[in-house]
């Protein structure tokens, strides 16, 4: 694991020694917290050899979520690929948000691994929900998701451009919207810019344009007292209130995530 660790942070990758101890245990088919435990000179061949794989893999910065298939978020593993975003710690900020305030059917915009909506469902039993993407490929992962996680029958995933084959009322809408700058692109992380979906990190323009026009159609499809909350990007919060306020929209806040960085814009219809 030493030789492998000492290639991985040659290559530049930013924690070297515990990507190097997950795909070590995803080769052995071990739990990452018994995989110390492994004497190197208890590892067959095999494993060896699909570790080397990995490894190699990992060297030209292909995430480790992609290799194992898999991302924790919120207490639960997503199975993931690079047709969606990887799930992110960040967003867990949002399902905190979302969890705080009442709802019974939630709306998830942009829904890619279904991270989002499947979280909120598991975690609010009697609520039902629909997410939509654009990607076909995003759906079927999303419904995957949802299968895995005992919430299908609750779960509609729509492929959809925005709000195009959307129907009915919320109580809540939800999005983690490309929000980068087409400008910032070139300054990405190789694990974002070669193997995550461009559609799903940025709109092409100034990183605002989804906010606008969630602020703009939302409210025709949120209940009376029905809310929608969004990620933002760290240095955004200003500017994505500023979208919702003149809008029109109710009590407009920013919320930080753990790190004390702005991360979430919540609003309420002023219905």
């Known amino acids: 694991m030493a030789t492998a660790t000492a290639r991985?942070?040659?290559?530049?990758?930013?924690?070297?020694?515990?990507?190097?101890?997950?795909l070590l245990a995803h080769a052995a088919s071990v739990d990452a917290a018994r995989v110390t435990l492994i004497a190197p000179e208890e590892i067959a061949p095999e494993i060896s050899e699909r570790y080397e794989q990995l490894?190699?893999?990992r060297v030209v910065r292909?995430?480790?979520?992609?290799?194992?298939?898999?991302?924790?978020?919120?207490?639960?593993g997503f199975k993931i690929s690079n047709e969606v975003l990887d799930p992110r710690p960040e967003t867990e900020s949002l399902i905190e948000a979302a969890l705080a305030a009442p709802f019974e059917r939630v709306l998830d915009l942009g829904t890619g691994s279904g991270c989002i909506?499947?979280?909120?469902?598991?975690e609010r039993q009697s609520a039902t929900g629909v997410g939509v993407d654009l990607s076909e490929n995003a759906c079927l992962q999303a419904s995957d998701n949802a299968v895995l996680h005992g919430v299908a029958g609750r779960a509609e995933i729509l492929?959809?451009?925005?709000?195009?084959?959307?129907?009915?009322?919320f109580d809540l809408i939800v999005s983690n919207p490309p929000y980068?700058?087409?400008?910032?692109?070139?300054?990405?992380?190789?694990?974002?810019?070669?193997?995550?979906?461009a559609m799903a990190l940025t709109d092409g323009a100034d990183g605002l344009s989804v906010y606008r026009l969630i602020a703009e159609r939302?409210?025709?499809?949120?209940?009376?007292?029905g809310h929608v909350m969004v990620e933002i990007g760290w240095q955004q919060g200003a500017d994505v209130r500023t979208i919702f306020s003149a809008a029109?929209?109710?009590?407009?806040v920013i919320l930080p995530d753990l790190d004390g960085r702005d991360r979430v814009v919540c609003a309420q219809n002023p219905a």
């Open 8 to 22: 991985l942070r040659a290559a530049g990758v930013p924690d070297p020694a515990r990507d190097a101890r997950l």
């Open 55 to 57: 490894i190699s893999l």
């Open 62 to 76: 292909v995430p480790v979520s992609h290799l194992i298939g898999e991302r924790a978020f919120y207490g639960r």
């Open 117 to 122: 909506l499947v979280t909120l469902l598991a």
């Open 159 to 169: 492929q959809s451009d925005w709000f195009a084959a959307v129907e009915g009322r």
């Open 180 to 197: 980068l700058a087409q400008d910032e692109m070139r300054d990405i992380a190789p694990e974002l810019a070669l193997y995550e979906p």
């Open 218 to 225: 939302a409210q025709g499809y949120l209940t009376a007292q």
């Open 248 to 252: 029109g929209w109710a009590n407009v």
